[in-house]
């Protein structure tokens, strides 16, 4: 059994989501900053798929894999936070 995050229903929602979002952005630097973020967040998504085959071989996460989850739930915060106070900018 493998473990695949990136191909996952809820990252897919989430990353579609983030990505209409930003495509919606008019402000040219905000929108750039976005995209960073979106494709540092895909990256460390395809890390932590990368790394799943530890998991089932010797029974543990590599530290590897913590370090992702941790960048991966900070920059999501990142995405929603820009997103956020974006939507509240321009409305």
């Known amino acids: 059994m493998s473990i695949n995050l990136e191909n996952s229903e809820k990252f897919q929602q989430d990353y579609n989501k ?3 979002a930003i495509e919606a952005i008019e ?40 370090d992702s989850r941790y960048k ?11 997103l956020k106070d974006y939507s509240r900018a321009f409305k």
Do not use: G, W
Request: no cysteine.
């Open 27 to 66: 402000n040219e630097k905000i929108k750039k900053e976005m995209e960073i973020l979106l494709k540092q967040l895909v990256a460390e998504v395809k890390n932590i798929d990368s790394q799943h085959y530890q998991l089932f071989s010797k029974s543990s996460l590599p530290d590897v894999v913590n």
């Open 72 to 82: 991966i739930t900070n920059i999501r915060k990142k995405i929603e936070k820009t």
């Open 18 to 20: 983030y990505k209409t």
